[in-house]
């Protein structure tokens, strides 16, 4: 109980700007402890523009063996790459579980909608449909989730999550990115062949 008065004293004897940042410094170690508080400070993290950029950008010709990778749709049906021929595809592995998928996800789905229907989004998982179906409805969020059969082919393999592909209509792997970033902005709008929105 002492230990608790002297520091309670030492805080007293503080500036304010100190108080201010054991107080905020506080908040943090908190917010660091719970899962939505680490998505949000991702997301604050997103907006500072210091994550997700392009350099990653690929351009080859995808194989006929990558296109025919086959994954399940929501119902249970079969699809390939192939289905979506002449089509742009944002591809992007995710899961529940992952903070910085979450923390992203927003983003994602404001260009989804300022894309809108030009471009087909495919969200791919592991997990089951039951535990899937049951964070989009908590996050209240409407995605084209699909899942695995099997391991994709090399030329769209990634271990990390979220991973990010985009192919473009002639079936190019024209952008590779790993991690979290900020898809709300004309960049990602050009990225995937739609004309920038201006101010």
């Known amino acids: 109980m002492n230990i608790l008065k002297r520091q309670w004293e030492k805080f007293k004897a503080k500036s304010i700007l ?26 604050l993290m997103l ?31 079969v699809r390939s790459l192939n289905d979506f021929e002449g089509q742009t595809i944002f591809l992007n592995y995710w899961a529940t579980w992952c903070p910085p998928c979450n923390a992203e996800m927003p983003s994602i789905i ?12 495919i969200f791919l998982t592991h997990e089951s449909r039951e535990k899937v179906e049951g964070h989009l409805a908590r996050k209240e969020w409407d995605l084209p989730v699909y899942y695995y059969q ?13 991973t990010t592909f985009v ?20 960049q990602a709008l050009e990225l995937l062949g739609i004309s920038p929105i201006s101010d």
């Open 18 to 43: 100190g108080k201010t940042t054991d107080i905020l410094f506080l908040v943090f170690i908190v917010m660091m402890l719970t899962s939505d508080g680490r998505i949000l400070f991702q997301r």
């Open 47 to 77: 907006k500072t523009g210091l994550f997700g950029d392009f350099h990653s950008n690929e351009s080859q010709v995808l194989s006929s063996e990558t296109l025919a990778w086959n994954f399940e749709d929501e119902n249970g049906e």
């Open 150 to 162: 099997y391991a994709p082919p090399e030329q769209i393999a990634s271990s990390a999550l979220p």
């Open 110 to 121: 404001d260009l989804m909608e300022k894309t809108n229907g030009k471009v087909k989004y």
């Open 167 to 186: 192919i473009n209509s002639q079936g190019e792997l024209i952008h590779q990115s790993k991690g979290m970033r900020n898809w709300n902005d004309n």
